[in-house]
């Protein structure tokens, strides 16, 4: 369980830029903040900061890996990486006051990139380490629970108590309040792991070791991974695009305040909760798979009608604001399966490598999920702020903001495909698949 303590310290920092970071820099001038970098700006800079970072992700799995110390092959990362996450995250909300535009610019994008390097350090081999302490499929869902508990309440820091943060301290003393909460967790997550995480180089299937592009060129190669990995990124844009669209939705279309995004996402965190003992039941009878390709269906059809029910009243006696909030609440019981499944599937598909190559090769896999992951992100943060800045994020001119949802909903049903036509595992059972797809000649 201290395992998944870590994370609450992800989900924390990772969370809390993706809702607040792009409106810190670029907010809607009906809430008279400063402007400190036009939105297509910092999304693009972001975007490319991103793209940039993913890059790193493989290099960081393989050198992981390959590792060899009394510390074992995890901790060091661990260990080292996580002030360095901390520290810069608490930069990223103190930009130098009266600097030029161009000066912001770089120092954003300067922090952001040290941000990521340091997510990736500490990322990867955490990731890695869930295949080595949990070994069976039942471990792994229950693992993946824990860390979804965990990670839930690192959700619920990021958007639920980061908004009134903001209104209390500001954004800076936010960024210190979390920066200091992530540390902790993760350290905690050492402290508990510090002789098994030191152990596991000997308790896991020998690894021959092999080069980086080797690694990199069998890991897109494997088609389980390919479809798992493609899967997962149009998901979490879908969740993305929602949780980032939340300022300006509730700030340009109902004129509330920042605190009061809290109001609007507290409630997906508890459909959330309350889903995930649904989901792991659900996967004991029909399997992981299943539940992860319908609940992605589902989603994303739900999401393409959100971008009507949360901008028009649909009930007699309603108003907008209750309706919205209750249909936007309701996309927690969908969004449940991408906290669960994931990593759990992961697992099953470095185990399906190790069978086919009998290498094991966790964090390399971990370290280009990542990669694609960010990629797809930073994509997705470049499409979001074109989209406000082309069709409009302000009070008279909110087109953006309305289009933003229903393209989530596209992301989420173009993963669901992927899992239905791609991801298929060597020997695996009725309960974890979907009935092949249809083909003709």
Same mark, same amino acid.
Do not use: C
């Given at each position: 369980?201290?395992y998944a ?7 924390t920092?990772?969370?809390?830029l ?10 809607p001038?009906?809430?008279?903040l400063p402007?400190?970098i036009p939105?297509a700006?910092?999304?693009v800079a ?10 790193d992700?493989?290099l960081?799995?393989w050198?992981?890996d390959r590792?060899?110390s ?5 901790i ?33 994008f300067?922090v ?15 990731e890695?380490l869930?295949a ?16 979804v508990?965990f990670g ?5 820091l ?7 943060l ?13 920066a ?10 050492l ?6 995480g ?6 896991v ?7 980086l592009?080797e690694s ?17 990124v ?6 993305n695009i ?12 109902h004129?509330?305040s920042?605190?009061? /995004?809290?109001?609007?996402? &507290?409630?997906?965190?508890a459909?959330v909760v309350? +889903? @995930? #003992?649904?989901m $792991?039941?659900? %996967? ?14 589902g989603?994303?059809?739900?999401l ?7 901008f028009r ?9 209750t309706?919205a909030?209750?249909?936007i609440?309701l996309?927690?019981?969908?969004f449940?399966a991408?906290?669960?499944?994931p990593?759990?599937m992961?697992?099953?598909v470095?185990?399906d ?5 009998g ?15 960010k ?7 470049v499409i979001?702020?074109v989209?406000?800045? /082309?069709?409009?994020?302000? &009070?008279d ?6 289009? +933003? @949802? #229903?393209i989530? $909903?596209v992301? %989420?049903?173009a993963g669901?495909a ?5 991801y298929?595992l060597?020997?695996i059972?009725?309960r974890d698949?979907?009935p ?6």
């Amino acid at each position: 369980m201290l395992y998944a303590v870590g994370s609450l310290g992800n989900a924390t920092l990772f969370w809390t830029l993706g809702a607040w970071l792009i409106y810190f820099y670029a907010p809607p001038e009906e809430r008279g903040l400063p402007l400190l970098i036009p939105l297509a700006v910092v999304a693009v800079a972001r975007g490319a900061g991103q793209l940039l970072e993913a890059l790193d992700d493989p290099l960081i799995g393989w050198w992981s890996d390959r590792t060899k110390s009394r510390w074992g092959r995890r901790i060091p990362f661990l260990l080292f990486g996580t002030p360095l996450l901390a520290f810069t995250f608490w930069l990223l909300w103190t930009p130098p006051s009266g600097a030029s535009a161009l000066l912001v610019v770089v120092y954003f994008f300067v922090v952001l990139e040290l941000f990521y390097f340091a997510n990736t350090i500490v990322g990867a081999p955490y990731e890695a380490l869930q295949a080595e302490i949990a070994t069976t499929s039942i471990d792994r869902v229950s693992l993946g629970v824990w860390k979804v508990f965990f990670g839930t309440l690192g959700l619920v820091l990021a958007v639920v108590v980061s908004p009134q943060l903001i209104e209390h301290i500001g954004f800076a003393g936010m960024g210190a309040t979390l920066a200091v909460i992530a540390l902790v967790s993760l350290y905690l997550m050492l402290f508990g792991l510090w002789r098994r995480g030191t152990l596991s180089r000997e308790a896991v299937l020998h690894e021959e070791q092999i080069g980086l592009r080797e690694s990199v060129r069998v890991s897109l190669t494997h088609r389980p991974f390919l479809a798992l990995a493609l899967s997962f990124v149009l998901f979490s844009l879908g969740y993305n695009i929602l949780i980032v669209l939340m300022p300006y939705y509730v700030t340009v279309i109902h004129g509330l305040s920042e605190g009061d /995004v809290t109001f609007f996402l &507290a409630g997906v965190i508890a459909a959330v909760v309350i +889903a @995930l #003992p649904i989901m $792991g039941r659900a %996967a004991d009878r029909f399997g992981k798979r299943a539940v992860y390709a319908i609940s992605m269906a589902g989603i994303g059809a739900y999401l393409v009608f959100l971008g009507v029910g949360a901008f028009r009243a649909l009930v007699p006696g309603i108003d907008l604001e209750t309706q919205a909030r209750v249909l936007i609440w309701l996309s927690g019981v969908g969004f449940a399966a991408l906290f669960v499944f994931p990593g759990a599937m992961m697992a099953d598909v470095i185990d399906d490598d190790t069978a086919r190559s009998g290498r094991r090769r966790a964090a390399v896999y971990y370290g280009m999920f990542k990669t694609l992951e960010k990629l797809a992100q930073g994509m997705a943060v470049v499409i979001f702020g074109v989209l406000l800045q /082309v069709f409009g994020y302000t &009070a008279d001119r909110s087109l953006g903001i309305q289009l +933003a @949802l #229903p393209i989530a $909903g596209v992301f %989420a049903l173009a993963g669901f495909a992927a899992v239905v036509l791609w991801y298929h595992l060597r020997g695996i059972g009725e309960r974890d698949a979907l009935p092949a797809p249809i083909t003709t000649t």
